[in-house]
């Protein structure tokens, strides 16, 4: 992985002023940093800065919200992108995670100020606000329809909301500490909730039941995940089928014909389950520092690692043919495979980016600093 390039948050704003500076630099591993500096000769006709960079820089194309850096010694490319708009009347405090409707016109957030609130997508016009959590919300998502909220708090409970009238229709029980994670299954008939019990369990949103624990990893399950399988992952065929109710029969076979789940807990292990056997491991993962990882399922070795910094990974979202990242340092990145240059998201001055989502063209973040940023990619 090349050299990772780094600019001032807010390159964007610095650059629009006559003679106006922000620094940028490139980290090669094992190397000594290289710094630099770019500056604004003036404003164009048509709005945007004209900037040259220091030596060792490289500015290759700007337009009014990005700027592409190059660093040909350490064949290091960036494209910076700042945001369209920022939200700062949402939170007060740390916004801890955030989901946006499949219609695009709602997004979901929760707080450490212990709130979880609905607004516009568009201006983050307030809507709703869901009260009900003790403590704080840890995860919240929308279901498919964009008119349901799924939510997970420190009070080990798991709750659904109606996005119109901001209604707690049904609360889950049965974890015994605070619930980190949520995925829902198909269009949401049943969710899967990953638990600092170290247990991931499968409920039946109709019956308002836990259909039982699906994995116990021992430790805090961090993050689950639920997704559909293809021919080139062998899920394995059950032994005996579990003495379990005949609905949860269903949504294993299911589960285990169609989809796959991953389960990531804080032992550094991902454990990919068969849920068509109680708890039978696929294949495990074993993770060792603050890296993004491709990997071949079948040799079980990563394909490329990606390591931008120690800071830790945060949130890995699925975006096109390639992922959207976030880390504690700010750093929120795009890699696509066919671009030979990252996509950098910038405005969070190093403070963690907790959380990223998407709809269409758009991208929204959430951050410690209590703003959430959007971005558009036709800025690009």
Not at 197 to 219: E, F, H, K, N, P
């Amino acid at each position: 992985m090349a050299a990772p390039l780094r600019i001032q948050s807010d390159w964007a704003q610095a650059l629009r002023k006559d003679e106006g500076e922000a620094w940028l630099s490139c980290h090669p591993p094992g190397k000594p940093t290289l710094y630099g500096s770019l500056t604004c000769q003036g404003i164009g006709l048509d709005g945007i800065p004209e900037v040259t960079a220091s030596e060792g820089f490289i500015v290759n194309e700007i337009n009014k919200k990005s700027i592409h850096i190059s660093c040909p010694e350490e064949n290091a490319s960036s494209k910076f992108l700042a945001p369209y708009t920022t939200f700062s009347r949402i939170h007060s405090k740390s916004i801890t995670c955030l989901d946006i409707s499949s219609g695009g016109g709602l997004g979901v957030s929760s707080s450490a100020d212990g709130s979880m609130k609905i607004w516009q997508a568009s201006n983050g016009e307030l809507r709703r606000v869901l009260e009900g959590h003790v403590f704080d919300v840890n995860c919240c998502r929308f279901f498919p329809s964009g008119l349901v909220v799924l939510s997970g708090g420190m009070d080990a409970q798991l709750k659904i909301w109606s996005a119109e009238d901001a209604s707690c229709v049904v609360t889950f029980k049965g974890h015994k500490g605070g619930i980190l994670d949520t995925a829902i299954v198909d269009r949401g008939r049943n969710v899967v909730s990953g638990s600092r019990d170290g247990t991931a369990r499968l409920w039946d949103c109709g019956r308002s039941a836990c259909l039982g624990v699906i994995a116990d990893c021992g430790s805090s399950i961090n993050g689950v995940a639920v997704g559909a399988a293809d021919n080139s992952i062998n899920l394995g065929s059950p032994e005996q089928m579990p003495s379990v109710p005949l609905c949860w029969l269903r949504c294993l076979q299911l589960l285990h014909f169609s989809l796959w789940l991953l389960v990531i807990g804080w032992d550094t292990r991902w454990k990919h389950l068969s849920a068509g056997r109680e708890e039978s491991e696929v294949f495990r993962f074993e993770l060792s520092d603050c890296s993004y990882y491709s990997w071949n399922h079948i040799k079980r070795v990563p394909v490329q690692v990606i390591h931008r910094s120690g800071a830790p990974v945060l949130s890995l979202l699925s975006f096109r043919d390639g992922f959207i990242a976030s880390q504690g340092d700010g750093s929120c990145f795009i890699v696509q495979q066919d671009l030979d240059y990252l996509i950098e998201l910038t405005g969070a001055d190093c403070d963690p980016v907790y959380k990223v989502a998407t709809w269409e063209k758009q991208i929204y973040t959430c951050c410690r600093d209590g703003l959430v940023r959007r971005y558009q990619l036709s800025d690009l």
